[in-house]
């Protein structure tokens, strides 16, 4: 995939605390925007439509897996979750960055698909903190807790994977960090070069 934008892939085991990381970097961070991913799950009461998901019915999304819209997507829970290869691939060319929000097996589709993408690892600071968070949210039933909890040391054993691993033991520190990669990245040479690209000409006397 062309691009000029950075693409940032984010994901951690459920609980990790990774949605709320990821809305408070796009709110702090200019030219930073998250994708919507299309899902099979029931909308929970707080969840709008188009903001949390996007929100259709397993035929839908099927026959949008058939027609190649997904940039990657994958059955999590027994429910579907989708990226949109157009949305995506229109921001980047645009220049504009995007963090993807998506779990392990999505976030192994991208790294095929788009080489060149960044990717973080988020760990919870200890099992028992992702049982505490997954509890106190009150989102899922006690057995969709289980099953979370039963597959997480598999999930946290894909770490080994991705570029960069963020602990989220406190939020604002973890948000830093996660801060400090978007800005790290933006510094490479390929990217800086485009970005101060009348700059360099003048320095360097270039016609």
């Not at 709110?27 to 998901?53: C, F, K, M, V, W």
């Not at 026959?63 to 940039?71: E, H, K, V, Y």
């Not at 999590?76 to 995007?98: C, F, I, M, P, R």
């Not at 960044?118 to 006690?142: M, Y």
């Amino acid at each position: 995939m062309s691009h000029t934008g950075n693409l940032f892939v984010i994901t951690a085991p459920s609980g990790a605390g990774k949605t709320s990381l990821v809305k408070a970097l796009v709110e702090q961070i200019n030219d930073l925007t998250a994708s919507i991913s299309h899902t099979t799950r029931p909308r929970r009461p707080a969840e709008i439509e188009g903001i949390a998901y996007h929100f259709i019915d397993t035929p839908e999304f099927e026959a949008m897996a058939s027609d190649n819209d997904f940039l990657e997507h994958a059955l999590v829970y027994g429910n579907h979750y989708g990226t949109s290869k157009k949305w995506v691939e229109d921001q980047l060319a645009h220049g504009q960055d995007v963090v993807l929000e998506i779990d392990w097996q999505g976030a192994v589709s991208i790294q095929e698909l788009v080489p060149s993408g960044i990717t973080v690892f988020i760990l919870p600071p200890s099992i028992q903190a992702l049982a505490d968070r997954l509890g106190t949210r009150q989102q899922d039933t006690e057995q969709v807790i289980q099953d979370r909890l039963a597959s997480a040391e598999a999930d946290i054993s894909r770490y080994v994977h991705f570029d960069y691993m963020v602990v989220n033991a406190d939020f604002q520190s973890a948000l830093n960090e996660l801060r400090a990669i978007v800005t790290s990245e933006r510094l490479r040479r390929p990217r800086a070069e485009k970005k101060n690209a009348k700059l360099l000409a003048g320095l360097l006397k270039i016609d």
